[in-house]
């Protein structure tokens, strides 16, 4: 986002922002929520879905990303698991996010996988949404 503000203005990258956003909104079903935390950092909250689900759903919004030329990190964990404290889900996922954005952006980092699993631009024949 940085360097969207810095080339092409901060009106710019508010525009962008707000594309993410409804990309996002319109990605996800209509119970799941959606939130800006600070910057360009956007929380999304998942329920009633499998560590497979999460999956096909960090895959195909890294790949609408990469379709609207942006690179996206994203970080998550799953819930319940050995603990059923909300802080550690939160702290958990941000930590994950860390992960992903040190090993080169373009990539989602979920708590407990061994590997990253990292987003491919869509092919020519698939659509974007």
């Known amino acids: 986002m940085q360097r969207v503000n810095l080339a092409r203005g901060h009106k710019a990258g508010d525009e962008l922002l707000q594309q993410v956003g409804v990309m996002l909104r319109s990605t996800l079903r209509s ?31 890294g790949t609408l ?3 609207m030329g942006i690179s996206l990190s994203a970080g998550g964990s799953l819930w319940p698991r050995d603990n059923h404290e909300m802080s550690v889900l939160f702290s958990e996922a941000e930590a994950a996010l860390i992960d992903a954005k040190r090993g080169g952006r373009g990539r989602a980092v979920i708590a407990g996988d061994e590997a990253p699993m990292l ?11």
């Not at 987003?119 to 949404?129: G, N, R, T, V």
């Open 65 to 67: 990303g990469l379709g």
């Open 119 to 129: 987003f491919e631009p869509p092919s020519d024949d698939e659509p974007l949404d």
């Open 31 to 61: 119970h799941d929520i959606v939130a800006r935390l600070t910057g360009d950092a956007f929380a999304v909250l998942v329920t009633d879905t499998t560590h497979e689900q999460v999956l096909a759903i960090a895959r195909r919004v």
